[in-house]
Every structure is written in C-alpha cells, then in structure tokens.
C-alpha cells in the first residue's frame, strides 16, 4: 500500500477528494453498509468501528459461514445486504460464473491456510532447521507422517468452512503435482494419498473459530475428558499466529507446505442489487481499508497479511499459491470424494427426547429436521456435508423414561438409498411419553461408542431435550461414569440443542466438557440447527 | 509478414481526416470552448472506453484539463469485444485493439478514428524467474539493458510443461512447482487476454497471421489449455497486476501485462517491486488504444486526446505512448523502469473475424467443461477496485 496515498497518485487521489468531499458533504448523515460475513470476520469490527469514524459508514455485519452465505447469493436470498464479505469469492465465482450477482470486489487482506504443529512433535519430525523455522515441508511429507508417525490434526469440514475447504483443495492440488490447474482426472489418483492424509483428521468442526476453539480446549484440559489432543490444526495462518500459548505450554510452529497453499483473500464485494448510496458508501469504506495505515493495522491487530506490498513489518514469510481449480465439477467431486471416500466416516448417535412434552408440533419438527438430514446427497456443495454421508453409521437413540432400543443404519454406497428409507421411517415411527432420562441416554450413547472400537470411525453425539432432566443420573452422575472411557470414545463430543424448556446451564456444562458445543433452537428453525450441527461431525 | 514499425500507419487515419474538415471541426470546438468558458457548465460527453483506461479518463488532472477546453468526459468501462454492438448510443468508443476498432467502424459504417496512443504487451517477471529464464536462454539481456523473451522458446516451455523449479538457478529450484506459465487476464472478456492469442496464435500458426481459415482445433486448444491451466480467471486486467506488484513471485512469477500498466505504476505508485523487469516478447504486438467518435463532441475528445500536449503529457504519465516520445522518455529516465523505446519485433492482428474465430474456439473450451464466463467488464463499478490505482 506504500504510496498508496501519495498526493497527486492519479485515479487514487481523485478517489480520495471525492470521497473527502462527499464525506464533508454527508458529514452527519450517517451512512450504513449491510453486510453478510464470514463469521472469521468478527475481529475486524474494532478497526471497522475505528474506520467509521474516518468514513461515517457504518459496516453492520451479520455472520455466516462461506459455503452457506455462497449460496445465498447464487439462491438471491441477500436482499438485505448490500455487500458480503467472506475469506474467499472462489467457490462464488466458479458457481455464479458469469458474476451476475456481484458489482465489484478488492481484496482487503490476506491468510494463507497452512497447518500449525506443537513445536515438540515438528522436532521429532525432523522439520525444525536449527533457527527455529520450519521450511521444505510438503502436503506428501505430512501425509508420511500421518502414515509413519501417526500424526493428528484438526480441520474444519469442506462444506462448512473456508480454511478446511481451502486445505482440501490444496492438499488434493499439490498431491496431483501436475504444475497447473487441478484437473478432474487428475483427483483420482491422488485419491489414496488424500485418504491416507484424513486418517490423520482427528477433529472437525463447522467453523476456523470453533475449531481453534476446541483444539485450544483440547490442549490445556487434556487430563479432564481423556480425549485425544491432536498434534496439530489446519488453520488461516492469522488464526495459528494469534495463538498465545500459556506459561510452560508446547507452542506451535506453522508448517507453510512448500508445494504451495490457497490464500484467502478477503474480498469486500458489493452485490449487484446495491443501491447508488450504498455503492458509494462501499468505495469510501474500501478506500479508508486498503490505505496504508489502516492495512498497517490489519496486520498488526488481526495477523492478516496485507493486500498491498511494504506496509507491515511483521516477517510473513513468501508462499508459493497453487492454481485454483477453473472447473466447479473438479472442485464439486472433490467435495463429494472427501465425504464419500476420503475422510474418516463418522459415527453419529442421536439422542432424542421423546417424553410427553415433546408432543405435537415439537416431535413433528423433529421429524422434519431429521427427514431433511436422510436427503440424498445433491444439490448444492454445503448440503452435501449436511446430510448422511456414505460409510457413515447414523444411530437413533430415543429415550424417555429410560434410554429407548438404538437402531443404526449405515450408508453404503450401493444400498444407500436403503438406508436412508430406513432412517425416515424409524424417524416417522417416533413416539412421545413419558419423563425425561437424558443421561441415562448418553451414557448408553457412550456405551455404543465405546462398544464400536477403535475402528477409525470419528464418533459424536447428539442430545435434543426439550426439558429437564428428571430421571435416571443426574450431570455429575454421568461424568462420573465417562470416566474411564478409552480415549477413542472419550475423544467423542456432545453437541446439545437447546430446545423448549432444555435447561441451558446444563446443556453448556456437558458440551464444554466433552468438547462439544451447543445449538440454540429455541429461537431458530430446528431443521436448520441439525444442519449447522452436521459440519461438526 | 511482421511489421517492423507498426506506427507508421497508426496514425493514418487521422492524417486523412486532417485537412479542412479538422480546421472546420477545430474552429467549431474552440467556438464551443469560448461559448462554454462564459456560458458557464462543459459540454458533456460519455464515452465507452476498455476497464485498462479509466483510471486514465478519470485520473482528476485529465478531467480538469478537459474542463479546460470545455468537456466533462464521462466514461463507462466495457470490454472491447462486447461494445461493438451498442457503441454508436455513446459519444465515441475506445477499445483496445486495431482489430476491434476496425469492426465497430465497420459495424456502425464510421470512418474516422484516432490512435492517440498505444502501449506494448510485455511479460513482466519477479527477478529470479527472470534470471532462470535467461538461464535457461529463453531471456537475454540487451545492450541497452532492457529484457527480451523469446516467445516461441517460451512456448516450447509450456508444451513441456516444464516447471519453476526445472529451471536453473538457485531462486526457483526447489520452491515452485507450478508450470511455467503467464497469469493473464480472461480471454473470453479482456483485450489483454486477446492480445496474447494474437502473438500465440501467429506462432503457433508457422508464423503466419490466423486467417479464418487456418483456425483449427490443434491451435485453438492449445491456446485453450494456456489459459485454463492457469485455474480460475482473474476477475478484472487490474487485478493480476496488483497481484504480480504486492504479492511476491510465489503468487505470481510471470505475468502478461500492458507495459503501460508498469510504467503508470513506477510513475505514479506505488511502485513495483524494485527486481521485477519488463520483457519484451519476441515478437510482440500492440495495444493500439483507438477513439471511434460518434458525435461531433466525440470526435472532439479523440482528437484532443491525440493533439493536446497537456493531455498527452499525462497521458504519458499513465504509460502509454503517444506521438510526443520525448515525455515518454523523460518519464522513465526519471523514474527508472528499463523501457525499451524503440520495439521492432511487433506482429499484425488477424481481421476481427479471425480472431473472433480464435476466442469463441477458446470460450467453447471454458464452456465445455462448465466454467462459464468471467466478468464482463461491464458489470463492475467504474471504481470498485477500491481506490487502487
């Protein structure tokens, strides 16, 4: 951004008096910018609020993930924004090719995704150079030591989340190692390789922020829940800096792969249908952006690399950026591969409250949320992740006075379509009565899992209680007998969903410790909370 | 079938135009400028220019200066392959291209045009992709210190699909696995991108200019697979350049740009970095940025552009040539990029026909396999780059 500013710098300066002057001009008349953003985007909005002032454009964002928001876009479903802003517009511009919905875009900052490791286990791997640096590591070499090593990782999940689709991509992109955009027919026979890469994907998660979230929690309670603490995080390369490891804490080294990465770009982007106001309220917001001061602050406070060269003086070190895909197919089938073939198949128990409150139109909307999950696996690329996925082993678990049979289907490939039938009508054949014994439940939940074996299966539960716990073990009583388990089961987390009169304390006390999260459906559509919850499995 | 000096007939046109029908047209402007000088607002004019040049058309000196001489220029960006059609509801048109500029006269049955200035296409390089192409003799170094690259050497690089890092040198050895292989702009909508199909095209045509007749699928897909295994298309011609300028070479070593785009940047900032180099392709072709005027005040615009020294000066300042070599001279003594002044080596576009044959063989490509179109140029914000120059 060095000169950016320069006084007399052609179109710029032209820019910038404009922007002066309609700044003094609307000085007062408080303008506002509605934008749909990447949830990752959240720790911009001090430098936002700061920029405000500057501009008198007020940024209001709303969050959602990148695949999801992607989608509103192409379904016209953002009538009340004027602009989004996610990690990347790439998947945007290979769906929406012809950019019809979008007006203009500037990258506004930088963060490759690269992996992060415990400085510990990246010098038993040999890849630490005598000054501390990590270089000449590629996707294969981590993928050897997956395979030799036994390393573990967390990643977000391709359908949900930018960084664990940008890996995917860039892992499958250096594998194929053709020096040019990935092709289709380059995917399968790097097929086994990116298998064998996933084997060692010990946490997923439908967010970047969730999952540095939990591979955090992972780390410093690795005594409390007996689950496995990975050896490292797929991550943007800001989230992985802004990590502060506590006192006596193994840090992490960032792993920047030598055959290349993908970059999110953080393109602002004024969709199609902004009015004139809002157009020139976007110029004057991206002006004040992408100034050399302010791209100065980007890196600082938020570890994001700059959009312009020469302005921030933290040492980011040079990547090489692998070509993106031209083609959406080759991105599409890859997103599929990763769910049908390449990642470890998921295990999940639903644990559903079908005691007498739950009649009526509640166990009717659970009917239709679980419905929607047994739907077949088209349409578009963030419901792919969202309903079951070939190889996985979905059980229902309903309980009321006590735990109810389980029945556990699994989604082969051929009789897929047979398993899915059997899901929708075991979820019709629901019934309600009785008190509520949701412990009871999940600790047979945890029995299931435990029984399954370490059998490469990545195990979670699901708890759904419209109420109180009324029957059976109480919360302490149910840690007490999680205690003990083997680490494969005790690695499995509870995702709860907040519904009715679901005591929420509760809730939060058993997701945070068996490093689940918790959805609240009380105010949202269930169906839509069951999806989101799909990108953690 | 090379032109060694392209110029000599650029300026044809106007040379025709130039008797007393300029003098009738000049005496009416000045009437114009008089009567708007003390009648008070500029006469407005709206022309459809190529996305490259609106940085230039609204850079604030250029808007005063046509103040001055009492015209308020307005200018929409569109790509030149799309204005063709609609171009006679604007004022004048400026596409990028000879060829273009032919097929809108044609089209709309106008004769004048302007060629106020031009600029060169180049490939500019990070300093050791630079190096390990001269390692690898695909570059050399002139007396003068400027960058020569052989085209068809390059050509035979991606045919091999060899990579950064089979190079020689110790720079590019072991880091960069990608192809060696230019970024450029979208063929299906960029005048960048179809000047690059222009000298490709002549090579791999037995060095012969494309005529409708020789356009066949070996060369067609060819050309295709060098853009589509580039990945996804940037999503305007500033885009890559910006990206070439701030992001390193492990984003973007090579890159198929206007040599305008460079000396604007080195000119005004910011700067690129300091050991990039200009290359100049052997052969070459260039970007002949025309005016097709469509009304008198239109046609007003393109002569001043062309005849004005105070617009021609800060024409010079964006980087492109014009008649007035001297300031073009001056500028990159001052400021240092290793232009080359005099280019020889310079090839003639196909007709409009031909190379409309070439990009459509190449849109196909993208559309057989499901990549629709990129950004008409049209479709963005005169100025949603950001307040990027």
């Known amino acids: 951004m060095k000169g950016r500013t320069r006084a007399g710098a052609g179109a710029l300066a032209a820019l910038l008096a404009v922007s002066a002057c309609s700044f003094v001009e609307g000085a007062g008349v408080a303008g506002t910018l509605r934008v749909l953003a990447g949830s990752e985007l959240a720790d911009m909005e001090p430098l936002l609020a700061e920029s405000a002032e500057r501009t008198g454009v007020e940024l209001v964002l709303d969050y959602s993930g990148t695949l999801d928001g992607t989608e509103r876009i192409v379904a016209g479903a953002v009538e009340d924004y004027d602009a989004v802003w996610f990690p990347s517009n790439r998947y945007l511009h290979l769906v929406d090719g012809d950019r019809s919905s979008v007006r203009g875009e500037t990258s506004v900052m930088l963060s490759p995704v690269v992996l992060g490791v415990s400085a510990s286990r990246a010098e038993e791997l040999g890849w630490v150079a005598g000054d501390g640096s990590v270089s000449g590591v590629t996707w294969e070499d981590v993928t050897l030591a997956v395979e030799e090593e036994g390393l573990t990782y967390g990643m977000s999940s391709p359908a949900a989340s930018n960084s664990g689709f940008s890996a995917l991509i860039g892992a499958a992109s250096a594998m194929a190692d053709s020096g040019a955009a990935l092709e289709r027919e380059d995917v399968a026979g790097v097929e086994e390789r990116l298998a064998t890469f996933f084997s060692g994907q010990e946490l997923t998660a439908g967010s970047s922020g969730w999952l540095m979230e939990e591979f955090e929690r992972r780390r410093r309670d690795a005594s409390g829940s007996g689950a496995v603490v990975p050896d490292g995080v797929v991550n943007y390369e800001s989230v992985l800096m802004s990590y502060v490891p506590e006192a006596g804490e193994d840090p992490l080294v960032l792993v920047y792969p030598e055959d290349g990465v993908v970059t999110a770009d953080y393109p602002l982007t004024l969709l199609a249908g902004a009015s004139e106001e809002a157009a020139a309220a976007y110029e004057r917001v991206v002006a004040d952006l992408t100034s050399a001061e302010v791209q100065a602050r980007i890196a600082e406070t938020t570890f994001r690399r700059p959009a312009a060269a020469g302005v921030s003086e933290r040492g980011f070190p040079s990547v090489v950026e692998l070509p993106f895909p031209a083609r959406r197919e080759v991105v599409d089938e890859l997103v599929a591969a990763y769910f049908s073939e390449l990642r470890r198949p998921a295990r999940t128990v639903y644990v559903l409250d079908v005691s007498g409150s739950m009649s009526g139109s509640r166990i009717s909307g659970l009917r239709r949320a679980l419905t929607v999950l047994t739907g077949a696996d088209e349409g578009p690329l963030s419901s792919r992740g969202q309903v079951f996925q070939e190889r996985e082993e979905v059980t229902l678990l309903p309980f009321s006075d006590e735990p109810g049979e389980p029945v556990s289907f699994v989604v082969e490939s051929e009789g897929a379509d047979r398993a899915r039938r059997g899901l929708a009508e075991e979820i019709a054949a629901l019934e309600v009565g009785g008190e509520t014994a949701a412990y009871d439940a999940v600790e047979a939940a945890y029995s299931l899992v435990e029984e399954a074996g370490e059998d490469g299966y990545l195990s979670s539960v699901v708890l759904m209680t419209d109420g109180e716990v009324n029957r059976g073990l109480d919360l302490d009583g149910l840690f007490a007998s999680l205690e003990g388990l083997p680490s494969h089961a005790a690695a499995a987390p509870v995702f709860t969903v907040l519904f009715g009169e679901a005591d929420a304390e509760e809730m939060e006390r058993l997701s945070s410790r068996t490093g689940g999260r918790v959805f609240d459906a009380r105010d949202l559509d269930l169906e839509e909370v069951f999806r989101e919850i799909r990108g953690y499995h | ?389």
């Open chain 2, 1 to 389: 079938m090379r032109a060694q000096d392209q110029r000599s007939d650029r300026y044809r046109r106007w040379i025709v135009l130039s008797g007393g029908a300029v003098v009738a047209v000049l005496v009416l402007a000045l009437g114009l400028v008089v009567i708007d000088r003390f009648g008070g607002s500029p006469v407005v004019v709206e022309g459809v220019v190529g996305s490259e040049k609106v940085d230039l058309f609204e850079d604030e000196r250029v808007r005063e200066r046509f103040a001055e001489l009492g015209y308020d220029v307005r200018v929409r960006p569109q790509g030149s392959r799309s204005m063709a059609e609609r171009a006679d509801e604007s004022d004048f048109v400026s596409p990028g291209s000879a060829a273009a500029s032919e097929h809108i006269r044609g089209l709309h049955g106008v004769e004048d045009e302007y060629d106020p200035f031009s600029t060169p296409m180049v490939m500019l390089a990070h300093g050791p992709m630079a190096e390990a192409l001269r390692e690898e003799g695909v570059a050399r170094v002139a007396e003068d210190g400027t960058w020569s690259l052989d085209l068809a050497a390059y050509l035979e690089l991606t045919e091999d699909r060899v990579r950064w890092r089979d190079l020689p040198g110790d720079a590019v050895s072991s880091s960069n696995r990608n192809e060696v292989l230019a970024r450029t702009t979208d063929p299906r909508t960029s005048n960048s991108a179809a000047m690059y199909v222009v000298v490709l095209s002549y090579l791999l045509n037995d060095e012969e200019v494309v005529t409708p007749g020789s356009v066949d699928e070996e060369l067609t897909s060819t050309l295709a697979r060098l853009f589509l295994a580039q990945g996804q298309p940037p999503e305007s011609s500033r885009q890559p350049f910006e990206q070439f300028r701030d992001l390193g070479p492990g984003h973007t070593p090579l890159l198929w740009a206007y040599e305008s785009q460079y000396v604007h940047a080195a000119v005004l900032g910011p700067p690129p970095p300091e050991d990039s180099v200009v290359m100049y392709p052997e052969p070459t072709v260039f970007s002949t940025h025309t005016i097709v005027p469509f009304t008198g005040a239109g046609d007003e615009v393109g002569r001043l552009l062309t005849e004005d020294p105070e617009l021609r000066g800060l024409i010079s300042e964006h980087g492109y040539r014009t008649e007035d070599t001297g300031r073009f001279r001056e500028l990159v003594e001052e400021y240092g990029p290793a232009v080359r002044t005099g280019i020889g080596d310079v090839v003639h576009s196909p007709a409009y026909e031909a190379l409309e044959a070439l990009l459509n063989a190449i849109e196909q490509e993208y559309e057989d396999t499901g990549t629709a179109p990129a950004a008409p140029e049209d479709a963005f914000v005169g100025r949603s780059g950001g307040g990027r120059t």
